[in-house]
């Protein structure tokens, strides 16, 4: 008596497109800074605009954005954005950093905590 392996097989290519799709969801779009060594992104909304922080466009070795959550609805779940502001900094496509705001919505790091971060990033490659 033969013994058919269909069912076997079916399960098994469901298997492989599942692993497949995982891969591939973790491989795109987990950075807004692909493209970029290193590169800090400042998270805010507009309801919060009165406690962005004015100082991430002077720090220095990184390039910078922003997104605004409130416009980019799809950015704080892709991005695990729990509060605003929050500065999350990039190297090379992954994250290497987060700093979060306080329950009142607004940043406790300083301009000198987030730089000394990108410093040792930078030291770190080498």
């Known amino acids: ?10 399960f098994g290519g ?10 591939s969801n ?3 779009g ?7 060594d290193l590169c ?5 909304a507009g309801f919060n605009e009165a406690n962005k922080v004015l100082w991430v466009d002077k720090l220095n ?8 959550i409130q416009t980019d609805t799809e950015a704080a779940n892709k991005y695990k954005i729990v509060v605003v502001p929050t500065i ?8 290497v950093g987060r700093f979060q705001a306080n329950i009142m919505m607004q ?6 905590d987030v730089q000394e971060k990108i410093d040792e990033i930078i030291m770190s490659d080498f």
Do not use: R, W
């Open 61 to 68: 070795d990184c390039s910078k954005k922003f997104i605004d």
């Open 107 to 112: 940043m406790e790091a300083t301009k000198k």
């Open 14 to 23: 469901y298997l492989l497109i599942l692993l497949l799709m995982l891969i």
């Open 1 to 10: 008596m033969k013994k058919d392996y269909t069912s076997v097989k079916i």
């Open 88 to 95: 999350v900094i990039y190297s090379g496509g992954e994250e």
């Open 26 to 28: 973790t491989a795109n």
């Open 30 to 36: 987990q950075s807004p800074c692909e493209d970029e």
């Open 40 to 44: 800090v992104v400042q998270f805010n």
